[in-house]
């Protein structure tokens, strides 16, 4: 099938050019100025912008960890189509293993839940929670079953490595060119602070970022990216939430290393006294690392606007107010950590981002597209409107309003942190390999997603 998208704008990280763009069953084969029908179906798209489908590189669409009501509200069907309805193409699952099961074994569960039912594109980080010979030598058979990217926790007891481990995971992961983001707080420091507070009857959400400050993430990142300099691995910091944290990015630079940093949108528009709001509000934005002060918030506006910051992806991680977050009404360490975001990631970064002019929307593509395809090895294929990738497009309308409301998301959870915020663009169409998925924020033709098997260049 052939279709002619004309009069629209194709928007880069570089730039921006007034082109027409044809596909032709899964790629874009031309672009130019004026072109032709020749037996394509035209769709008019002037006035709007046709922006690489965006990357979501950081979601848990589906996680149950065994204990029935602690599962996620969204699952791997739900998630993926409130992703791709507002214009997310591809995600980058967080595919995590149990305690002794094996990578392979984690990867065909992965598998299960996403084959034949997402309807975004997909591929996933392999998380590594613990470190033996046998984890040790299924780092390259996991790279080269198309997973490049690994990720590893310094906090959270059940999924945590000890510094050595993480050393050693680091050498062998550098062998083949891999890529490793890390969850960096300190995990010990975070038990200390709840069972101080637990001990003094501090039990409200009150005290979950109390827990959790600034210098618990800040020195994570410094020892993370210290230890990335004995290994001599670039590395990426997911998550990144505080001014701190960024100072020891800064210093890791000046001394040579490659370091990239992932923020998310929840530390950028919203702030931490949301924790006290009433009726147990708080619980909603219960999450790690936590929300932050205003001043962090600016930084991470600066960092984003500058390059210090590489990209924006969500850490959707959903759970239902009633009945999950609920659970810890009288011990906020026992309300489930996460928060759901998926869809509306591409709305809230141009509303707050580019029409507020912090930054253009060349910027905005790279932060959401471009710049994550490079980095977790998806380009050229992903991230970027050419003759020869994959036609994963968004019809970009730049003049619709609209508010986020937990009453019109698709993502399944009962609330949405971003209730009753404003917003102004949003995806009028998206196609994802050259078909049209979604039309108005709603999916039209679902379970179109596929596996993305990736490659390494140069990989030894
Ligand atoms: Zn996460």
Redesign the pocket.
Known sequence: MSILLKGGTVVSAKGRRQVDVRIIDEKIVEMGTNLKAEGSIVEDVSGCFLLPGFIDA?T?LELNNGKGSLGTADDFYTGSKAAVAKGTTTVID?ATPSKGSSLKDCLNAWNHLANDNSSCDYTYHMSIIEWNPSIKAEINEIIDAGITSFKMYMAYDNLRTTDAELYEAMREIRKYQGMLGV?CENGDMVNEMIAKFIEERKLSPHYHPLTRPDSVEAEAVERYLMIAELADLPVNI??LSTKASLEAVERARARGQTVYVETCPQYLVLDDHLYDGPDFEGAKYVCSPPLRSIDDQNALWAGVMDGQINTIST?H?SFNFEGQKTIGKHDFSKIPN?MPGVEPRPELIYTYGVTTGKISLERMIGLLSEDIAKQFSLYPQKGVIQSGSDADIVVWDPETIGVLSATTQLQKADYTPYEGMQTKGSARSVYLRGQKVAEQGQVIQEKQGAFIYRTIKNKS
Do not use: K, P, Q, W
């Open positions: 950081h848990h967080m969850h997911v998550h850490d991680c996460g």
